[in-house]
């Protein structure tokens, strides 16, 4: 897939992140972003995916060195989960210029019935280490 216009970029480094209750967008070998509708709000119980959508990743001696961190907070500020050094492109074929890849790795997230209602943010730091550059990117959804 090309390049999608409005990802957040740095040194030419781009990536953003998604949240999707389409487990299929893992399976495909170019992403289409049209399966990555917004996830507005979520059901307690019904899990959920992180995606992180990456173009023009740099290699450093021919490897790819991109890894993102993830947290997400509550309504009221404090931090639900997070997860840091999560491997988006390492020990991989260096990405195709100019394309949009899926990073690898993902969180699932599943809201629990005693976990508080209101609207969620979700972060992530998308850091590019053969590049030097880092992207942050966040999204929200509300559980009632």
């Given at each position: 897939?090309?390049?999608?216009?409005?990802?957040?970029?740095k040194n030419g480094f781009s990536a953003d992140l998604f949240l999707t209750a389409n487990k299929d967008v893992f399976q495909e070998v170019v992403p289409d972003p049209q399966h990555l509708v917004a996830l507005e709000s979520v059901k307690r119980g019904v899990p959920f995916y992180t995606?992180?959508?990456f173009a023009n990743a740099a290699s450093k001696d021919g490897k790819p060195d991109m890894v993102y961190a993830i947290t997400?907070?509550?309504?009221?500020?404090?931090?639900y989960a997070s997860s840091k050094d999560i491997p988006g492109w390492k020990n991989r074929p260096p990405a195709v210029p100019g394309l949009v890849h899926i990073a690898a790795g993902t969180?699932?997230?599943?809201?629990d019935p005693d976990d508080p209602a209101g609207t969620y943010t979700v972060?992530?730091?998308i850091r590019d280490n053969?590049?030097?550059?880092?992207?942050?990117?966040q999204r929200t959804f509300t559980v009632e």
């Open positions: 897939m090309k390049f999608i216009e409005g990802m957040p970029t995606v992180i959508l997400i907070q509550r309504p009221d500020g404090t931090i969180l699932k997230i599943s809201i972060r992530a730091e053969a590049r030097g550059a880092t992207v942050s990117s």
